[in-house]
């Protein structure tokens, strides 16, 4: 019984900078001062998509963002899917 990893990934090209995410989750989300789009803290690039393993209880205020997103860009595995 260990500590299950959620991945959390964000197609970030259509990312329009609202910033839902990072009010909703700011331990995972920033907004980048340089092309005005949400970071997925230390994603990494998979295809088209900036993935990321959160930790269980990073898990519900993901959800949130994920449900915020007006272009439905932020995906949280077993969720939205
Ligand atoms: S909520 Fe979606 S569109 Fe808004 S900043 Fe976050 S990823 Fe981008």
């Not at 990072?22 to 993935?51: E, I, R, Y």
């Not at 993901?62 to 595995?77: G, L, R």
């Amino acid at each position: 019984m260990g500590i299950n990893k959620i991945s959390v990934s964000q197609k970030r090209d259509d990312c329009i900078g609202c910033g839902a995410c990072t009010s909703f989750a700011p331990n995972n989300w920033s907004m980048n001062g340089q092309d005005g789009k949400a970071d997925l803290k230390d994603a990494v690039k998979k295809g088209d998509m900036m993935v990321v393993q959160v930790d269980e209880d990073q898990v519900e205020e993901n959800k949130q963002a994920a449900d915020a997103c007006p272009v439905q860009i932020i995906k949280v595995s077993g969720h939205n899917e």
